[in-house]
Nanobody
Framework: QLQVVESGGGLVQPGGSLRLSCAVRGFTLEDYAIGWFRQAPGKEREGVSCMDRSESDTYYIDSVKGRFTISRDNAKNMVYLQMNNLKPDDTATYYC????????????????????WGQGTQVTVAS
C-alpha cells in the first residue's frame, strides 16, 4: 500500500524557516516523482513544488521561488521541503504526494496528479 506521511509543520514567525519531511512507505521512492502541495482555508489546493524521478526537472510556484527548496533522499525514502523567509501567506496545510509518471513536474503540480497523498501537516506563519 502506497503511503506518505508528512511531519515538521508548526507555528513560525514571519521571516522564519521550517523544514517539512515526508516519509514514504510501501514503494520505492526513486521510481516516483514527488510533490508538495498546500491548501489554505477557503482557498483551492495549489502545487508548491514538484520534482521528477531523476531530479532534473523541478517546478516551483512563483510565490515560493527563491525561498523554498524541494529535495529527496531515495536511500532513506524521504522527501523534504525547506521553507525559508516564511510569510503569512504561506500559512496552509501542506501535503506530500508521489506519482509514478507525470508528464512533467509542472504538470504534476498544476493538475494535482498523484498516486498517493499524505494527510497533511499544518504550517502557520504569524507573529
Amino acid at each position: 500500500q502506497l503511503q506518505v506521511v508528512e511531519s515538521g509543520g508548526g507555528l513560525v514567525q514571519p521571516g522564519g524557516s521550517l523544514r517539512l519531511s515526508c516519509a514514504v512507505r510501501g514503494f520505492t521512492l526513486e521510481d516516483y516523482a514527488i510533490g508538495w502541495f498546500r491548501q489554505a482555508p477557503g482557498k483551492e489546493r495549489e502545487g508548491v513544488s514538484c520534482m521528477d524521478r531523476s531530479e532534473s526537472d523541478t517546478y516551483y510556484i512563483d510565490s515560493v521561488k527563491g525561498r523554498f527548496t524541494i529535495s529527496r533522499d531515495n536511500a532513506k525514502n524521504m522527501v523534504y521541503l525547506q521553507m525559508n523567509n516564511l510569510k503569512p501567506d504561506d500559512t496552509a496545510t501542506y501535503y506530500c504526494a508521489a506519482d509514478q509518471s507525470p508528464p512533467t513536474s509542472q504538470y504534476m503540480c498544476i493538475f494535482w496528479v498523484a498516486d498517493t497523498w499524505g494527510q497533511g501537516t499544518q504550517v502557520t506563519v504569524a507573529s
